[in-house]
């Protein structure tokens, strides 16, 4: 069943309507606002909804309330109304309280969203005091998909991170996870999403089998051979206390709380800190199977060598605010590319003032040089001073990082 969402910006509260028979289209995002009528509250008085179609045309309206483990607003029926939406017959919409607790009028215009959105913000912002966390991030992770998500210490990237899951509160802005505001539904997001936090805490004197079994609970059920499985995957022995295992298999118990329940959204932080080389392996694949069977990943790390193997796209931020939102390939075409030029004796000056050299450093006989475009000029200095042997490199993720944090590649 597809659901559209009408919102109000003064309460943000809600309103939804089903798809039905008709061609009230799936994923429809309904922007709505309230215009109160003189009689709201009155007894008998009942909410009245008006969904416009993209060009402006009424196409449906209803009236009335539906009583769905909500508080209904004083003097309304609480009855539930169906109608038709475009045409077509069966579609219904259901009303929760408007601003005060009364009803009143709700016009609404549809805005197409993809169907296949797992995570959405828009500008979420958050400061504490004067001093900025994060502001203005505006970023979508698709089905399927999986985002780096990087950026120095103190970027803002930990703040994003607790904000989605609901931790702490935004200063403003939206967010939205497995089609639920993270402002009012922050127990349901945690419920179903997977997170492994950069700093892991669990409970020292359980079995980690006992560990798995009550996060399991808490999560509504999974079944035990869904973490028995990942633990035998990755080499974890569920008999030990936690307080007994090392970093790393501490590290492994989070890696299978975060995707025992198969999650639909993942977001981890920090994930493979503690892991040997080929645990890292391990969980790569189990990132890409994930993301193969339409798991959105949000990957949150240091270790850019990681990002550049798994991520698809990856969203850079730097004090507080996002620089660039590119797929891994596109971020290398504009990072430096490092050429490294031997020669008999010390370097000449002349190679930093070739067209595109960012910059030079000289170590020994060696000039290693940050190129941003054609190679061509620095090579007919290098020529004219008798260089003996050239060596090029492609820009890696980690070239193309910090050309952006440093300010010297942003765009």
Known sequence: MAYAILQYPITGQEITGERGKGEFQPQSLLDASWDQRPDAGRPGARARTLLRDPTGSPRYRSSGWENAGRKRPPGSTGRSVTGSAQGGPGSRCVGTDGPGGYPGWCHARRVEVPSDVVLQTDGLTKFYGRQRGIEDLSLAV???EIIGFLGPNGAGKTTTIRMLLGLIRPTRGQARLLGLDMRRRGVEIRAQAGYLPGDLALYERMRGEDLLGFLAAMRGGVPSGAYRGLAERFDLDLRRRVGDLSKGNRQKLGVVQAFMHSPRLLILDEPTSGLDPLVQLEFQRLVHEVAD?????????????EVDLMADRVAIVNDGRLVLVDDVDGLREHAPRRVELDFPVRPPDELADAP???????????????????????????????????????????????GYVTGGEQR
């Open 356 to 402: 595109h050299v960012r910059s030079v450093q000289v170590r020994g006989r060696t000039a290693v040089c940050q190129v941003t475009g054609p190679v061509g000029g620095l090579l007919k200095i290098a020529v004219d001073h008798g260089v003996a042997d050239v060596h090029s490199h492609d820009p890696t993720l980690e070239d193309a990082f910090l």
């Open 142 to 144: 698709h089905s399927g």
């Open 293 to 305: 069977a339409g798991s959105a990943v949000f990957l949150s790390s240091h270790v850019l060598s």
